[in-house]
């Protein structure tokens, strides 16, 4: 059985810093994409970062420039998955989740953690 376990979710002033982890307990191909998706109360859900097995990296507009998404994986499965925000604001408050992405080409790719919130205050 696949898990995926955040952590690193807390409370920052804006401006401030935050590092999220995902675990991956079980096996997950190293050719699945992983990512962060985020939900704030009242809105859709969001893409936040993606990372595909070649590290070849992708991030939301609202986003990029202040986070920065990294991975650890074998020539098998992935490891870890981590999310560094800096720069952080009241509109990155949300609940923070760690996926991994189904696709056309890898439909089997499809998992996700229990969130971690992330409260950002002014």
């Known amino acids: 059985q696949v898990q995926l376990m955040e952590t690193g979710g807390g409370s920052v002033q804006a401006g401030g810093s935050l590092k999220l982890s995902c675990e991956v307990r079980g096996y997950i191909s190293r050719y699945c994409g992983m990512g962060w998706y985020r939900k704030a109360p009242g809105k859709e859900r969001e893409f936040v970062s993606s990372?595909?097995?070649?590290?070849?990296?992708?991030?939301?507009p609202l986003v990029r420039g202040r986070f920065t998404i990294s991975q650890t994986q074998d020539n098998n499965s992935k490891k870890a998955v981590f999310l560094e925000m800096t720069n952080l604001k009241t509109d990155d408050t949300a609940m923070y989740y760690c996926?991994?992405?189904?696709?056309?080409?890898?439909?089997?790719?499809?998992?996700w953690g229990q969130g971690t919130q992330v409260t950002v205050s002014s």
């Open positions: 996926a991994a992405i189904k696709s056309a080409l890898y439909p089997y790719c499809d998992y």
């Open positions: 990372i595909d097995k070649e590290d070849f990296r992708d991030y939301g």
